[in-house]
């Protein structure tokens, strides 16, 4: 059986051991053909060097012995890895590629991988749109795959959870985009996605299932639903859909930039898909740095949930954005009584968008 290469796309900023602890899972699962791309968006915390000693062998990420999910990313995998390193020009110009030949034949014993890692250097903070279309710009631009999935690096996976992806694209085709199972990290059988959903009326999205135990959830034969939004904290999209649809909305930054092409892809006449048995686990909050809320974030975040709207067509984009601001008010008297300090971020990022 011929198994079509995959791109697996890691974005890093400041949280270095997070994502070697990501990558120690990723290398450890059971799909034959795959490589791996770290985006390190200019970490000012020198986390492109830890990475570098990890995939060398000179250092290790330690893991709780008491940590159920320890056995995703532990023991560690072989080492020396071999890598190889780009700037950004370098990689969305595809030079020096002669490099990765050259390193194809020492992948050691243990490492499920036939190539070599892709450390990626953007130069700037680029956001999460801008640090992931770094690395699809690079695959793209050597064009010898079918699928990429984009992986936050504050998770761990499963061993069968790219096969299962995988499968789910041969099976429903590459008119899709398709989206896995995410548990919380630190309360492994409550879920945090389990498939996602849109409504253009309110302009709201949801999670479904969240905080919900895996055992709570009935058993449904059907392990494959249709969705209409998917979080890209772990996405599979093919490459017909990154022809179609383009690459990831980089004005958003930070936060609404998945609901934007998941809009995109479902507008378009495509699918979504969410993968049921295809499973991960995510340090939510890690990945910004913070569990809580941050004047930095609300201000994106209040921002583009009001920006998407304006994607929304005819009748329902005006009742989608009066209800956005009809509800703001409840929204400031919260964050009155919760931390005064968002609200000046809040007002500032929706007047920026007005």
């Known amino acids: ?35 791996v791309i770290v985006v390190d968006n ?21 893991v709780n012995p008491n940590n159920p999910l320890r056995n995703l990313s532990f023991p560690p995998v072989p080492k020396p890895i071999p890598y190889v390193y780009y700037t950004r020009e370098e990689a969305e110009k595809c030079k020096n590629l002669d490099l990765e030949e050259k390193f194809k034949s020492d992948i050691p014993e243990g490492v499920t991988t036939k190539y070599p890692i892709v450390f990626i250097q953007s130069g ?23 699928n990429t999935i984009l992986l936050n690096n504050d ?73 209409n939004f998917i979080t890209f904290c772990y996405v599979l999209i093919p ?8 690459l990831l909305d980089e004005s958003y ?6 609901l934007d092409y998941s809009y995109k892809v479902w507008k378009s006449g495509y699918k979504l898909y969410h993968v049921v048995n295809s499973e991960i686990w995510h340090k939510v909050g890690a ?40 509800t703001r008010p409840v929204v400031l008297f919260k964050w009155l009584i919760k931390k005064p300090s968002i609200i000046r971020s809040m007002i500032k990022g929706i007047c920026n968008e007005i």
């Not at 791109?7 to 059971?30: F, H, K, P, Q």
């Not at 910004?288 to 941050?294: A, H, L, P, Y």
Request: proline letters at 1%; glycine letters at 8%; charged letters at 25%.
């Open 287 to 326: 990945s910004s740095g913070e569990e809580e809320v941050s004047e930095f974030s609300a201000y994106w975040y209040y921002k583009n949930s009001l920006k998407v709207r304006k994607r929304i067509k005819g009748i329902k984009r005006i009742i989608s954005i009066t209800f956005y601001f009809v």
């Open 253 to 258: 930054f930070m936060y609404v930039e998945d």
């Open 155 to 227: 998770t761990v996976i499963k061993r069968d959870a790219i096969s299962i992806f995988v499968n789910a694209r041969l099976k429903f085709g590459e008119r899709a985009i398709y989206g896995g199972r995410i548990y919380y990290y630190a309360d492994p059988d409550r879920l945090w996605y389990d498939g996602g959903e849109f409504n253009e009326w309110t302009g709201r999205s949801k999670h479904l299932n969240i905080k919900k135990l895996k055992s709570e959830i009935k058993n449904n034969s059907n392990n494959i639903k249709e969705v």
């Open 1 to 35: 059986m011929t198994y079509s290469k995959v791109y697996i796309i890691l974005l890093n900023y400041n949280n270095w051991a997070d994502t070697i602890e990501c990558l120690e899972s990723v290398l450890r699962n059971d799909y034959p053909n795959y490589q």
């Open 239 to 246: 490459k017909f859909i990154l022809d179609k649809i383009g």
């Open 124 to 146: 700037n903070n680029l956001g999460f749109a801008g640090g992931n279309n770094v690395g699809i710009r690079y695959a793209l631009a050597k064009g010898d795959f079918d």
């Open 42 to 62: 200019n970490s000012p915390n020198n986390s492109m060097e830890y990475l570098k000693a990890w995939a060398e062998g000179r250092i290790d990420v330690w």
